[in-house]
């Protein structure tokens, strides 16, 4: 299974970005996929999973601002980021399994800075 995301960048507090996450490979394998984000010296947290049926898992303190999608067909994830602050500042890593703990899958990872 390969996992490549892209969409990550440079956005200035209160905008907006959207990162997707496109899977290859045994796809059966997952069914769970998602996003993670490390931020510099902090360890690496749940942002949002959403399985093949559309059931959803989202952070707490995010929730309200950030949305995740799937298309199954494509075998894509999507993570809508709404009124970004610079606390949300990470590397966002698409993450794809069989359970809501945490897949076996990552992909390398994507860059987010929220910065004026």
């Known amino acids: 299974v390969q996992l490549v995301e892209s969409g990550g960048g440079l956005v200035q507090p209160g905008g907006s970005l959207r990162l997707s996450c496109a899977g290859s490979g045994s796809i059966f394998e997952i069914n769970v996929m998602g996003w993670y984000r490390q931020a510099p010296g902090k360890e690496r947290e749940l942002v949002a999973l959403i399985n093949s049926g559309g059931r959803t898992k989202y952070a707490e303190s995010l929730k309200d601002r950030f949305t995740i999608s799937r298309v199954n067909a494509k075998n894509k994830v999507y993570l809508q980021m709404n009124s970004l602050k610079p606390e949300d500042t990470a590397v966002y890593y698409c993450?794809?399994?069989?359970?809501?703990?945490?897949?076996?899958?990552w992909g390398q990872g994507t860059q987010v800075t929220v910065s004026s």
């Open positions: 993450n794809g399994g069989l359970s809501w703990s945490g897949g076996d899958y």
